[in-house]
């Protein structure tokens, strides 16, 4: 399979490296000139729990990808989507099928403008990974993903994206309600990714003091509402287990929230708590904790541009 990973930052490396050790065609695809100019001199260096791992992967700038593609995998911040989609468009040819496994609700309507509704594909991954430098990935917690045709249909291709993925070392399945499976998690973000990022402190932190538990209870409430008063029935308890294995599995990892805010950029809190507060006042609920939430991280984000 021929496979172009649209912003080969810590996840699109992660991913990109999982269908490389499987056999696929890859190319690594970023606007960062020295990232990619470095995994093409020296091959991209994986951290993982399991050791230090060095792949010769093909890396390009978007411009450089001509040749359409078989599956281009998804993986800028959200608000890079389109921009980076219009900026690969010689790559998305009409067997093309685009799969986004990014944050936040909101990524199938995104990708459809770009190839037919059954070639979308969407999901969400539990795995951390963190851009350590140019070339340096780093990735030390266990997690799935899941994915599915975004607007239903044939699953058959999904099904080979998934096995390559899982023979890649990423264990990935295909999960027919993949709708609850991105509410579920951007239920999960929306909770724990603000209070570290406001914090400034790792999952483990949050664990350690009965303030963040008692928010991260009312959050992690308030969204399940949401979900159910849009007709997305969640199961509530796996979101609260979540929480509690980010806190000890995840300890030290730096939600991609807190790196944003480390790294001085703007985060995908529109997204994620901004999407499910716009989406709990239109089914008629309040979201008042997950709100707050959302513009203590929009106040960071205009300290940013302050300077
Ligand atoms: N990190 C994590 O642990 C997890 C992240 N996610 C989700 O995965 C998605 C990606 O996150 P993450 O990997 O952390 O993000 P990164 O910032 O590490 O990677 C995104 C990459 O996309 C690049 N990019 C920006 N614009 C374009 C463009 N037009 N064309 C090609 N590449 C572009 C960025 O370059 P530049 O930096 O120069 O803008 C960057 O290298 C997000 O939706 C995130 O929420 C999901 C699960 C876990
Ligand atoms: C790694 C994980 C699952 C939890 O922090 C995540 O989604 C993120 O960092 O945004």
Redesign the pocket.
């Known amino acids: 399979m021929k496979v172009a990973v ?7 490396c992660l991913f990109g490296a999982a269908f490389h050790r499987a056999g696929a065609d890859v190319t690594l ?4 000139a020295e ?1 990619v100019g470095t995994i093409n001199a020296k091959g991209l260096e994986l951290d993982l729990r399991s050791g230090v791992e060095n792949l010769p992967i093909r890396a390009a700038l ?1 411009a450089e990808v001509s040749e359409p593609v078989d599956l281009m995998l998804v ?4 608000f ?1 989507t389109q ?2 989609l219009e ?2 468009a010689a790559a998305i040819g009409e067997n093309t099928h685009l799969l986004s ?4 609700l909101g990524n199938d309507k995104r990708l459809a403008g770009f190839v037919s509704d059954d070639r979308v594909m969407v999901g969400a ?7 350590v430098g140019p070339g340096r990935v780093r990735s030390h917690g266990e997690g799935y993903s899941k994915l599915y045709p975004a607007f239903g249909g044939d699953p058959a291709f999904a099904e080979q994206v998934a096995g390559l993925l899982s023979a890649g070392g990423l264990e990935t399945v295909l999960d027919l309600n993949i709708h609850e499976v991105i509410w579920s998690k951007v239920i999960f ?1 929306a909770t724990m990714n603000p209070l570290c990022a406001l914090t400034r402190r790792t999952p483990g932190f949050l664990g350690a003091n009965p303030e963040s538990r008692a928010t991260i209870k009312s959050a992690v409430a308030e969204g399940i509402e949401a979900a159910h008063a849009n007709g997305v029935m969640v199961d509530g308890q796996p979101i609260y287990d979540l929480t509690e294995t980010s806190m000890t599995d995840h300890a030290d ?1 730096e ?2 929230m807190l ?1 944003d805010l480390h790294a001085g950029r703007r985060t ?1 809190v529109d997204a994620i708590n901004g999407a499910i507060v716009t989406a709990a006042k239109e089914a008629g609920v309040a979201a008042p904790v997950l709100e707050t939430l959302w513009h203590l991280v929009k106040l960071e984000e205009a300290k940013l541009k302050q300077g």
């Open positions: 649209l912003g080969s930052g810590a996840m699109g695809v970023d606007v960062n990232h978007p993986f800028t911040k959200t890079h921009g980076a900026g690969i496994l990014q944050n936040g991954s539990m795995l951390p990974s963190d851009l973000n990892h939600p991609s790196q995908e």
